[in-house]
C-alpha cells in the first residue's frame, strides 16, 4: 500500500506507512454503492402557470445505466487509484464496478413520504400526499395511481427483454433492468407512458422516437422504444457506475476542483444536444454518473429529453434545480440554470428546494464561495432569474467554468493556462517604461471571426495613425453596418485619441443595440481608468468580472482598478490569483510585487519577481525589481543579509547600462546606512559587489557607481548632480 496515492477527497498525497504524507488519514476502503429511490421532483404542464407534482421522470441517484456485461470490474489491474479528468486538472477516484444483478432492489417499495399524485391540488400547484396506501385514487383529483412494479422479475418485454428486477422509482414509474436475450447484454428500460389506451402508449414511443438519434460519448445509448400493454418504455445502454449524487450522498460536498470537473465534462453532452434542437429538462446530480476506468461523466434518464419550443407534452424537472420560467416551456437558458443549480448543490449543503430556491446563500454562510470569489460569480451568473442574464450557451459556460477551475487549482498543481477566446496576451513586454496601473496594459479583445466587418478590420491592422484609423473605422460602420466590432474598435480608437465623449457616443450606440454585450462595459472601464477615474473603473470592471468569471485578464483590470484607489489589499489578491493561474501573466506579476513592498512585505514581494521566468523577455526587470525590494533604500529597514542577496543578483544580471549602475549606488549608499546605525561584525570574505565591508570600500563603490551614471546622463545639470554627488562622498585622503 505505500507508495500509492491518497484517495482521500481533494488531497492527492501518497501513502507511507500506512497513513498519507498529506492529509494524515489511513486511505479510506472502498465501499459497496447503496440503493435507493430518486428524489422527488416537478411536472409541469406545457402552458400551465402552476408547477405539480414532485416527482420528476429522473432516476434515482443509485441506478446504474449503461454499457452491457463485458466492461471491466473493479478488479481491473489499474495500477493508481486516482485519474485525471477536468481538463487534466483534478484526480478523482476509481470507482468500483459492481455486477449489474447486485444492483437490482431486493424489496421495491415507494416510500410514503415520497408518494404523490401528478395533478396539482390547488392554484399553488401543491401535490397531493398519497401515503395511505400503495395503489388506490386519488383523493383529490380521482385520477388512479399505482406505486407497485408493474413489471416482474423474469417478465419479457417485446419478445427480447426479459426483466431482472427494479432499479429506481421515477416520475413515469419504475426503472427496470433487463437483459437483451438478442443480443446478449444488459440494458434499462425507462417508462414512458402509462395509460388505459394501448394505442396512446404506441402514439407516446413514437413521439420519442427522435431520441435514436441521439449519439454521444457522455450521453447514455438509446437502443430501442417498445410497449407492453398500456406502457411504453426507452430501452437504453446500462452505465456500470456511480451517479454523482450518489458520491456527493456518501462523501458530502465536493471538492470544488472534483465538482467543477464533473460538471465541466457534461456541458459537452448539453452543447450537442441543443445544437440538435433538444432540451434535457431535468439535470441534477441523479442524471450523470461516473463510469469505466479510467471515470468519465455520463448524462442518464433521457425520458425528459423536449425538442427546442415543442409546443406539446409534458415538461419535467425537480424542485430546487428547475429555473423559475420553466413552467412557460423548456429553452437552452433553462437548461443551463439547471447545472448551475447541480453544481451549487454538490459544493454546498443548503436549503435549496425551499429557502434558496432560485437564489444562493451568502459566502459568509458558505466557506467554498468565500474562498473563491470567481466560483461564486459563475454561480450567480449561471442561475440568475433573468434568463437574458444568464450564460446563453453551453460552450459559453464551459469556456468560462474552465477558467473557474484552472483558477480553484491553480497552486497546488503546475499552471495550464490556454489561449483566451476573448482577449490577447499579456502587453507589459511591450510597455516596460510603465511600472504603476494604466490602461495601456490591459490586453485588448481579440476580434470575432464572425464579425461582419473582422475582414475590414484585418484590411486596415497595418493603419498606425489613430486619426486616420479612425477615419478608416466609420468608413467600415458605412460599409457594414451591422458590425459591433467595428464601432468597439472606433470607441477605443476615440479612447486612445483622448476623444473621450466621443468613445462615450459610440459605446451608448452599441449598448442600445445590444444591452447584454459585456464588451461595451469592458470598454467603459478602459476609458475611465485611462481618464484617471479609478474608483468608476473598478465599478465597471467589476461587473464585467461577474459576466466572465472564468477570464484572467478581467481580474487583471479589477485589480488595476484597485491599485489605482489605493487598495493594495484587493489589488494584490487578484494580482496574485492572475499570477498563479497563468504565470504568463506578467503584468499581475509585478502589480503583485508593488502591493507587496508598498506594504512593507519585503520577502514576498521577492517571491512574488521571482514567479517571471528566466525565458521571459521580462526576467532582467524582474531581477531589478526584486534587488530594488531587498535594498529598500526609501524604508531603510533591510538587513545586511538581505543586502548581500541584492549583490549576488546584481552580479548575476547579464546586463549593463543606467538600471544596474543604479542599483549598485542604492546597494552602497544602503550598506553605508546600515554600517553607520550598527556595529555590523562580518567575516572578511563577505563581499557586496566585490567589495569589503568597510566604510572607505563602500563609499568608493558607491563614488564610482555615481560617476558612471553621470557619464550615462543625456541631460547636463543632472550630470553635474551626480559628479557633486559623487565628489561629496568620496571618502577622504591624505594624498
Not at 432492489?105 to 395511505?132: E, S, W
Not at 428486477?165 to 443480443?183: I, R
Not at 446500462?238 to 460536498?253: A, F, H, Q
Not at 548575476?652 to 538600471?659: I, K, L, Y
Request: proline letters at 6%.
Amino acid at each position: 500500500m505505500d507508495g500509492a496515492t491518497c484517495t482521500q477527497p481533494g488531497c492527492g498525497g501518497t501513502i507511507d506507512g500506512g497513513f498519507c504524507n498529506r492529509c494524515g488519514l489511513e486511505p479510506p476502503n472502498a465501499g459497496s454503492a447503496v440503493m435507493g429511490t430518486g428524489d422527488s421532483g416537478l411536472m409541469v404542464g406545457t402552458g400551465s402557470a402552476t408547477i405539480g407534482s414532485s416527482r420528476s421522470a429522473s432516476l434515482s441517484s443509485s441506478s446504474r445505466l449503461g454499457a452491457g456485461s463485458t466492461r471491466r470490474t473493479g478488479s481491473s489491474t489499474q495500477s493508481s487509484s486516482r485519474k485525471l479528468i477536468g481538463l487534466g486538472l483534478v484526480a478523482v477516484p476509481e470507482l468500483p464496478q459492481l455486477a449489474p444483478e447486485s444492483v437490482i432492489i431486493a424489496n421495491p417499495q415507494v416510500p410514503p413520504n415520497k408518494r404523490f399524485c401528478g395533478n396539482p391540488d390547488d392554484a399553488q400547484g401543491n401535490p397531493t400526499p398519497l401515503t395511505r396506501r400503495e395503489v388506490g385514487f386519488c383523493p383529490a383529483c380521482g385520477k388512479p395511481y399505482s406505486f407497485v412494479p408493474s413489471l416482474k422479475p423474469n417478465d419479457v418485454v417485446a419478445d427480447q427483454y426479459e426483466v431482472k428486477g427494479c432499479l429506481a422509482y421515477g416520475g413515469l414509474g419504475w426503472v427496470y433492468l433487463a437483459k437483451d436475450t438478442m443480443l446478449n447484454r444488459w440494458v434499462v428500460l425507462k417508462g414512458l407512458l402509462n395509460t388505459t389506451d394501448e394505442s396512446a402508449a404506441a402514439a407516446a414511443v413514437a413521439e420519442r422516437q427522435f431520441l435514436a438519434a441521439v449519439k454521444h460519448p457522455n450521453i447514455v445509448g438509446i437502443y430501442n422504444f417498445v410497449t407492453r400493454g398500456t406502457e411504453g418504455f426507452i430501452v437504453m445502454e446500462y452505465v456500470n457506475g456511480t451517479s454523482v449524487k450518489t458520491l456527493r450522498k456518501e462523501r458530502g460536498p465536493l471538492p470544488p476542483a472534483e465538482a467543477i470537473a464533473y460538471v465541466h465534462r457534461i456541458l459537452g453532452a448539453f452543447a450537442y444536444l441543443h445544437g440538435a434542437g433538444m432540451v434535457y429538462c431535468d439535470m441534477k446530480p441523479d442524471n450523470f454518473m461516473l463510469e469505466g476506468v479510467p471515470p468519465d461523466v455520463k448524462l442518464i434518464d433521457m425520458g425528459g429529453v423536449r425538442r427546442l419550443h415543442d409546443p406539446g407534452g409534458d415538461i419535467y424537472g425537480t424542485r430546487g434545480y428547475s429555473a423559475p420560467e420553466a413552467a412557460e416551456g423548456p429553452t437552452v437558458a433553462s437548461d443551463l440554470y439547471t447545472i448551475g443549480r447541480t453544481l451549487a448543490v454538490l459544493l454546498m449543503e443548503f436549503r435549496f428546494q425551499s429557502v434558496y430556491e432560485f437564489d444562493l446563500p451568502p459566502p459568509v454562510e458558505q466557506e467554498v464561495l468565500a474562498r473563491h470569489d470567481s466560483l461564486h460569480r459563475f454561480l450567480l451568473k449561471a442561475t440568475q432569474r433573468d434568463p437574458n442574464l444568464r450564460f446563453q450557451s453551453a460552450d459559453e459556460m464551459a469556456d468560462q467554468l474552465a477558467g473557474v477551475l484552472r483558477e480553484v487549482v491553480a497552486g497546488t498543481s503546475l499552471p495550464k493556462p490556454v489561449e483566451s477566446t476573448h482577449f490577447q496576451g499579456d502587453v507589459l513586454a511591450m510597455n516596460e517604461e510603465l511600472d504603476s496601473p494604466s490602461h495601456k496594459l490591459l490586453p485588448d479583445l481579440k476580434v470575432r471571426a464572425d464579425d461582419p466587418g473582422a475582414a475590414y478590420l484585418l484590411w486596415i491592422a497595418g493603419a498606425s495613425d489613430l486619426r486616420r484609423r479612425a477615419v478608416m473605422l466609420n468608413e467600415g460602420i458605412h460599409i457594414s453596418p451591422d458590425s459591433r466590432e467595428l464601432r468597439l474598435r472606433l470607441a477605443r480608437n476615440m479612447i486612445e485619441l483622448e476623444s473621450y465623449a466621443k468613445a462615450v457616443e459610440v459605446l451608448d450606440r452599441a449598448e442600445k443595440e445590444d444591452p447584454f454585450d459585456w464588451r461595451v462595459a469592458w470598454y467603459r472601464g478602459y476609458s475611465l481608468l485611462a481618464q484617471g477615474e479609478a474608483a468608476a473603473a473598478y465599478t465597471v470592471f467589476d461587473q464585467v468580472y461577474n459576466e466572465m468569471p472564468g477570464e484572467p485578464a478581467v481580474k487583471l483590470a479589477v485589480a488595476m482598478a484597485a491599485e489605482a484607489t489605493g487598495d493594495d489589499v484587493t489589488a494584490g489578491r487578484l494580482y496574485d490569483l492572475v499570477s498563479t493561474t497563468d504565470p504568463s501573466f506578467d503584468t499581475a506579476t509585478f502589480g503583485l510585487a508593488r502591493c507587496l513592498s508598498r506594504g512593507g512585505k519585503r520577502a514576498e514581494a521577492v517571491a512574488a519577481y521571482q514567479r517571471v521566468s528566466a525565458s521571459s523577455s521580462l526576467h532582467t526587470r524582474a531581477q531589478i525589481g526584486m534587488a530594488r525590494v531587498m535594498i529598500d533604500l526609501n524604508g531603510g529597514a533591510s538587513s545586511m543579509d538581505e543586502l548581500c542577496s541584492a549583490s549576488s543578483v546584481i552580479d548575476a544580471m547579464a546586463a549593463e547600462g543606467r538600471d544596474v549602475f543604479e542599483l549598485r549606488a542604492e546597494l552602497f549608499e544602503s550598506a553605508l546606512r546600515l554600517l553607520a546605525g550598527q556595529n555590523i561584525r562580518r567575516p572578511e570574505a563577505v563581499r557586496l559587489l566585490g567589495r569589503s565591508l568597510d566604510e572607505t570600500s563602500l563609499r568608493r563603490g558607491l563614488e564610482e557607481s555615481l560617476r558612471f551614471l553621470a557619464r550615462l546622463e543625456p541631460h547636463r545639470p543632472r550630470q553635474i548632480a551626480l559628479v557633486d554627488r559623487a565628489n561629496r562622498i568620496r571618502p577622504i585622503t591624505w594624498t
